[in-house]
């Protein structure tokens, strides 16, 4: 409401200058015709002592009128634009929290650079349509008002000839204007493409360069830029018409504006000011009418790109928690036959499961891949609900949790270690809620995760930049920060999904004698497909084809002369060759 009080009196004393200009002409005119009547007498100096001052009061005038104008602009501005950005910002807000309580199988369905575009460039777009183009809009409709009024107050014919080229103009900026966003889609759909071969080019270059494909690259990338280089082009050709025709256009009213007006003046309708007057109106509409094509098309990218928001906005998660009650985790977990299958598949990832962890005890999951390890994790970790059968925390069912504290109370590690572009200090203290104290307890959850003495290697200790997923780091040292990272919470549930393939034995040895003294009256779950990680624990679970074929400790399992014992030997055949 305010933008278009301010659109109104912007417009306002836009109109005014144009009637001062008038009225100052035709007082000159007036007074030049007095000023020779009177040639060679003292009457002709004061006439010309009036018209100075007839130049000097209008000049002013219109300087006031253009000041206050621009004042109402600049207000206009602020209102309609700054409130734009605002709703920009509560809009990506919303979806970026909308988009963290979506459930993981969203994720698998849509790509990342999906999910980035509908949070960037879509709500460019939107904020296009409610600042900028509610701005024009506004303008438009103000202006023809307000224009039109003066116009035809004057003279309806000449007003009459003076439009005609406008609505061709409009019909044509449209034109153009879908054109050109045609060819800019076509331009950033190519970008992206560069982009996104450029990201994954850089994160993978060790894979580029120990395959010697550098080459390969640089031509795949110039294919990609070539292609962009050309779209651009086309793009240029196009826009390269945008304000010739416009100023064609302008031209061409004005033209009409001189040439109607003259023969009007000349059979005495309108006076020389009038022709003046017409001529700022004609440039005042200019923009306007202009707009109306560029608007339409705001409007309409605007629409498509909110649809697409809402795509997402509308996706309910699959996983709801509404239990906002306090957790404390006391007893046992439980697997009454679990069930689960993925999404598109046939055969479930893990069927009819039924196993009881207490607390303070480890328990260890060992099996080859794709036995079902990781699916265990997800479900404990409840990123997926079971597809049948329950899952009970203390003998509640895991839905009915509040998964937020519940998840407080869990270290995990990923199979798939992901570090943020920070400091070994903050991916290591990542999850924790409290700094007080926090490098004390980061260096020490570092020597609980035997990577210490690597950190003491950097030039910047705990304050070295890792760069981007850890490039900087190996594999195992990515593995023992990750352990860190669940250590540092002192979790009363552990889960270590396969966390220690990239480490050598006596680093993992001294990781699990670590393990064994931090989960001390603490629960733990241990996976992986190596027995030498799961020997010592209570209480060993063999998955084969998501089922539990034994159960056992390390020495009952090796007396049953089966399938854990045939797998130990194996791999101790491995180790020795």
Same mark, same amino acid.
């Given at each position: 409401?305010l933008?278009?009080?301010f659109?109104?009196?912007s417009?306002?004393?836009?109109?005014?200058?144009?009637?001062s200009?008038r009225?100052?002409?035709?007082? %000159?005119?007036?007074? @030049?015709?007095?000023?020779?009547?009177?040639?060679?007498?003292?009457?002709?100096?004061?006439?010309?002592?009036?018209v100075?001052?007839i130049?000097?009061?209008? $000049?002013?005038?219109?300087?006031c009128?253009?000041l206050?104008?621009?004042?109402?602009?600049f @207000?206009?501005?602020?209102?309609?634009?700054?409130?734009s950005?605002?709703?920009?910002y509560d809009?990506?807000?919303?979806?970026?929290?909308?988009?963290?309580? @979506? $459930?993981?199988s969203?994720?698998?369905?849509? *790509?990342?650079?999906?999910?980035?575009?509908?949070?960037?460039?879509?709500?460019?777009?939107?904020?296009?349509y409610?600042?900028?183009?509610?701005?024009?809009t506004? *303008?438009?409709?103000v202006? =023809? =008002?307000?224009?039109?009024?003066?116009?035809? &107050?004057?003279?309806? +014919?000449l007003?009459?000839y003076?439009?005609?080229?406008?609505? /061709?103009?409009?019909? &044509?900026?449209?034109?153009? *204007?879908t054109?050109?966003?045609?060819r800019?889609?076509?331009?950033q759909?190519?970008?992206?493409?560069?982009?996104?071969?450029v990201?994954?080019?850089?994160?993978?270059?060790r894979?580029?360069?120990?395959f010697?494909?550098e080459?390969f690259?640089k031509e795949?990338f110039?294919?990609?830029?070539?292609?962009?280089?050309?779209?651009?082009?086309?793009?240029?050709k196009?826009d390269?018409?945008?304000?010739?025709?416009?100023?064609?256009?302008?031209?061409?009213?004005?033209?009409?504006?001189?040439?109607?007006?003259?023969?009007?003046?000349?059979?005495?309708?309108? #006076?020389?000011g009038? =022709?003046?007057?017409?001529v700022?109106y004609?440039n005042?509409?200019?923009?306007?009418?202009?707009? @109306?094509?560029?608007?339409? #098309?705001?409007i309409?990218?605007?629409?498509?790109?909110?649809?697409?928001? *809402?795509?997402f906005?509308?996706?309910?998660?699959? /996983?709801?928690?509404?239990?906002?009650?306090?957790?404390?985790?006391?007893k $046992?977990?439980?697997?009454?036959?679990?069930?689960?299958?993925?999404?598109g598949?046939?055969e479930n990832?893990?069927?009819?499961?039924?196993?009881?962890?207490?607390?303070?005890?480890?328990? !260890?999951?060992?099996?080859?891949t794709?036995?079902?390890?990781?699916? /265990?994790v997800?479900?404990?970790?409840?990123?997926?609900?079971?597809?049948?059968g329950?899952?009970?925390?203390?003998g509640n069912?895991?839905?009915?949790?509040?998964?937020?504290?519940y998840k407080e109370?869990?270290?995990y590690?990923?199979q798939?270690?992901?570090?943020?572009?920070?400091?070994?200090s903050?991916n /290591?203290?990542?999850?924790?809620?409290?700094d007080?104290?926090s490098?004390?307890?980061?260096?020490?959850?570092?020597?609980?995760?035997?990577?210490?003495?690597?950190?003491?290697?950097?030039?910047?200790?705990?304050?070295?930049?890792?760069g981007?997923?850890?490039i900087?780091l190996?594999?195992?040292?990515?593995q023992?920060?990750?352990?860190?990272? !669940?250590?540092?919470?002192?979790?009363?549930?552990?889960?270590?999904?396969?966390?220690?393939?990239?480490?050598?034995?006596?680093?993992? #040895?001294?990781?699990?004698?670590?393990?064994?003294? %931090?989960?001390?009256?603490?629960?733990a779950?241990?996976?992986?497909?190596?027995? $030498?990680?799961? +020997?010592?624990?209570?209480?060993?679970l063999?998955?084969?084809?998501?089922?539990?074929?034994?159960?056992g400790?390390?020495?009952?399992?090796?007396?049953?002369?089966?399938k854990?014992?045939?797998?130990?030997?194996?791999?101790?055949?491995?180790e020795i060759?």
């Open positions: 409401m933008g278009l009080l659109v109104t009196a417009n306002l004393f836009a109109v005014f200058p144009a009637q200009v009225i100052a002409i035709d007082l %000159i005119q007036e007074n @030049l015709n007095t000023y020779r009547l009177f040639t060679g007498s003292t009457v002709q100096q004061e006439l010309y002592h009036q100075e001052w130049l000097i009061y209008f $000049s002013i005038l219109v300087f009128f253009a206050i104008k621009g004042a109402f602009m @207000l206009m501005r602020q209102t309609l634009i700054v409130m950005r605002l709703v920009e809009l990506k807000n919303d979806i970026f929290n909308h988009y963290q309580q @979506l $459930s993981l969203f994720y698998r369905k849509n *790509n990342t650079g999906d999910l980035m575009a509908r949070i960037s460039e879509d709500v460019g777009r939107v904020r296009m409610i600042g900028p183009a509610l701005m024009y506004m *303008n438009l409709v202006t =023809i =008002i307000l224009v039109l009024w003066a116009m035809f &107050s004057v003279n309806v +014919k007003s009459f003076v439009l005609i080229p406008l609505p /061709i103009l409009s019909y &044509s900026i449209f034109y153009v *204007n054109i050109i966003h045609k800019s889609d076509a331009i759909s190519q970008l992206s493409r560069v982009t996104s071969f990201q994954e080019a850089f994160s993978g270059i894979v580029i360069k120990a010697a494909v080459d690259s795949d110039e294919a990609y830029s070539d292609e962009y280089r050309n779209r651009s082009l086309d793009l240029a196009v390269a018409t945008f304000f010739p025709l416009m100023m064609f256009l302008t031209g061409l009213s004005t033209l009409i504006t001189i040439s109607v007006g003259g023969m009007l003046v000349i059979a005495g309708e309108i #006076s020389i009038n =022709i003046a007057e017409f700022i004609v005042m509409l200019m923009w306007p009418v202009a707009s @109306l094509g560029v608007v339409t #098309s705001m309409q990218r605007a629409s498509a790109s909110q649809e697409r928001i *809402n795509q906005l509308e996706t309910k998660p699959d /996983i709801i928690s509404d239990n906002n009650s306090p957790f404390a985790f006391q $046992s977990i439980e697997f009454k036959s679990v069930n689960f299958c993925y999404s598949k046939i990832a893990v069927s009819d499961l039924s196993f009881t962890i207490n607390k303070g005890e480890t328990i !260890a999951i060992l099996g080859s794709g036995s079902g390890k990781s699916t /265990i997800q479900l404990l970790l409840r990123m997926m609900d079971v597809s049948s329950e899952i009970l925390i203390d069912n895991i839905k009915s949790v509040n998964l937020k504290a109370h869990i270290g590690v990923p798939d270690v992901f570090l943020f572009s920070d400091s070994i903050g /290591i203290s990542f999850g924790l809620k409290d007080k104290n490098f004390d307890m980061v260096v020490k959850a570092s020597d609980d995760a035997a990577l210490t003495s690597n950190v003491q290697s950097f030039p910047e200790g705990f304050k070295t930049i890792i981007e997923r850890g900087t190996s594999g195992g040292q990515k023992r920060m990750s352990i860190a990272r !669940a250590f540092i919470k002192d979790p009363d549930i552990l889960l270590l999904d396969d966390c220690l393939s990239a480490v050598d034995n006596k680093t993992e #040895s001294e990781i699990l004698e670590n393990i064994e003294r %931090i989960t001390q009256n603490k629960t779950i241990i996976i992986s497909h190596r027995v $030498s990680t799961v +020997k010592n624990a209570g209480k060993i063999v998955l084969d084809k998501g089922r539990i074929v034994e159960s400790t390390h020495v009952e399992l090796m007396q049953l002369q089966q854990y014992a045939d797998i130990y030997q194996r791999q101790l055949m491995e060759v």
